[in-house]
């Protein structure tokens, strides 16, 4: 069966921290990948998207992924946490040959940034 | 830059009525999407709308949910006798042509039944 899963539900980190958002898929088929970011009050911003090529990719606002294959994963990551980062952000995955483009998400990681 | 809207922002009925969540696409957007978050869940997929038809709709979708697309511009969702858990937050989403392209997503509409 498709599935997303985002082992961590919470997660704090100080501001200036590095920060690590896992995602793990499982998906019979050749996977497209993203990652968005939901502020309270706002609708699903994608941050980045992998589809083929180069594994490790650039989002907005600083963050980056990369996808591995072998490990079935699609980890979020930023070298340096602002405050405005604290949101929820969910992984999600798409099937390739889907004619209809469906996304399946994970449970969602709720960051906590500290002063 | 374009967004997609939706409204109500927040609607509360009572179980058995009907509701309508109404969503504005991006306007040059051709397929459209409702999906569901019911508190402290995943965000689920519902259905898919190209060509004014549904292309794919999950198990939650039953009988008593339908879409539609009335002038071109508005999509909405009506759940025609709501229960108890069909309240969660609702999010529209669309996107243009082409299975790679990001779907763009509403600010959600939270449903209450009571």
């Known amino acids: 069966a498709q599935s997303v899963t985002q082992p961590d539900i919470h997660i704090t980190v100080s501001e200036g921290a590095s920060l690590e958002l896992r995602c793990n898929y499982s998906y019979g088929a050749t996977p497209y990948l993203f990652w968005y970011v939901q502020s309270p009050g706002q609708g699903l911003q994608l941050l980045l998207k992998y589809f083929s090529g180069d594994t490790l990719v650039q989002g907005i606002k600083g963050f980056e992924a990369e996808f591995k294959r072998s490990q079935s994963s699609f980890n979020l990551r930023k070298p340096s946490v602002h405050w405005s980062d604290a949101a929820e952000y969910f992984c999600?995955?798409?099937?390739?040959?889907?004619?209809?483009?469906?996304?399946?998400f994970g449970q969602g990681t709720t960051l906590q940034v500290k002063p | 830059e374009p967004e997609v809207t939706q409204t109500p922002s927040h609607q509360v009925t009572q179980m058995g009525q009907e509701v309508i969540l109404r969503c504005v696409p991006i306007s040059n957007h051709l397929y459209f999407y409702w999906y569901r978050q019911i508190l402290g869940q995943k965000v689920e997929f519902l259905v898919s709308?190209?060509?004014?038809?549904?292309?794919?709709k999950s198990e939650i979708f039953d009988d008593q949910f339908s879409v539609e697309r009335p002038d071109g511009s508005n999509f909405t969702l009506k759940i025609r006798s709501t229960k108890l858990e069909d309240s969660a937050m609702y999010f529209c989403?669309?996107?243009?042509?082409?299975?790679?392209?990001?779907?763009?997503f509403g600010p959600g509409t939270r449903l209450t039944v009571l």
């Open positions: 709308f190209y060509n004014n038809e549904i292309s794919e």
């Open positions: 989403a669309s996107r243009v042509l082409g299975t790679a392209n990001e779907q763009f």
């Open positions: 999600a995955v798409g099937r390739a040959s889907s004619n209809t483009g469906k996304l399946i």
